[in-house]
């Protein structure tokens, strides 16, 4: 079965950090660019980075810049994203996806996980 499983979303402090990791079953890792998105309640989801295959290209948008970093381990089949000095306006579900374009438009994503909520609160 192909899936994406996201796992360590949680509540932490302004300013603080958070390490989200994302594990592919069913197929590798190794062959897909990564993405990461995030939905905020009453918004549209929104693609925040990706990770190339070859990792010979990572985009960050604008607001996290600086703060977040995509990495992957192609032995793990996993990729992670660090996300530090999360701010309020950074609260949101993530997901990660995978897919065959370096984009952070999520229609040409084809595989998503479930996503995990990311909470930023004093």
């Known amino acids: 079965q192909v899936q994406l499983v996201e796992s360590g979303g949680g509540l932490v402090q ?4 958070l390490s989200l990791a994302c ?3 069913g197929f590798s890792l190794a062959n897909h660019v990564l993405g990461w998105f995030r939905q905020a309640p ?4 929104e693609g925040i980075s990706f990770i190339t295959n070859r990792d010979d290209d990572i985009y960050y948008i604008d607001s996290v810049k600086g703060r977040f970093t995509v ?3 192609n032995a793990k089949n996993t990729v992670y994203l660090q996300m530090n000095a999360l701010k309020p306006e ?11 374009v370096a984009t952070i438009l ?3 994503y084809r595989t998503w996980g479930q996503g995990t909520q ?3 609160s004093s």
């Not at 009453?42 to 989801?45: A, H, P, S, V």
């Open 23 to 25: 594990a592919a079953s």
């Open 90 to 100: 950074d609260p949101a579900i993530y997901y990660c996806a995978a897919g065959p």
């Open 14 to 17: 302004p300013g603080g950090s």
């Open 42 to 45: 009453g918004k549209e989801r």
């Open 71 to 73: 990495s992957r381990d």
């Open 118 to 120: 990311v909470t930023v």
């Open 106 to 108: 999520s229609k040409f």
